[in-house]
């Protein structure tokens, strides 16, 4: 996708430094010390969103829950920009955005760095060749079990039925829990319709359903648990 011009991008993207992290891959394993540094009252847990967009959704959720941090990660310059002035307008010190695509989440962060991870409208790259780019393929899937601690979770939002399935089965095959599914969030009473994303609300007014799946990561004493 191509991105849009934004008149003196790079002078403003330069003013909010202090709200980017650009070394992301050296504060692996030392996430919880970095986050600590730059805000002293941090004392909760760790959240990152895997393609934030312009980030009303982790916004939202951080003003929310102060006691929290939420790492916003994007690679579109335009669009970090946008999500970058959102967070300074609302004077959130519990948000930072990694103004990069993470394509291998290991080397950003170690084992059991994070508490969950969110995957609103990811790409669904519909032809079959392109599945290893799905960020629900079991690769991606297994990495996220990986920095995720035990009983951590994986929210995902979909407008896409077939990535929506798609999903699901790639869950079962990592072998990873699915605690909550529904094909119509709104229409549920689940607590994941509280907190929309741009497109979600976009979508709504379509009359699109939205699907979504809450799947958790198995605590160390979890034996056999059902999908």
Known sequence: M??????????RLASLEYLQVQNSSEIRSRWSEFLKEKNSAFKGDIYLEA?????????ALAAEHPENFYLGAEGRSSVVLRGLELVRDKALDNVLYIPEFILDIETFFADSELAGIY????????KARHAKRR???????????KVLVPGGFIEFKTDSLALFDFTLDECRAAGLAIEECTEDLHRSGLPAR?????????FRLLGKPIRYCRIRIPAKSDSELPY
Not at 52 to 57: T, W
Not at 119 to 126: I, K
Not at 194 to 202: A, F, G, K, P
């Open 135 to 145: 960020l629900t393929h079991r690769d991606y899937l297994k990495g996220y079990k």
């Open 194 to 202: 509280l907190v929309t994303t741009q497109y979600e609300d976009r």
């Open 51 to 59: 393609g934030c967009g312009r980030g009303h959704f982790l916004a």
């Open 2 to 11: 191509r991105q849009r011009k934004v008149k003196n991008e790079q002078v």
């Open 119 to 126: 995957l609103n409208f990811s790409d669904p790259w519909p």
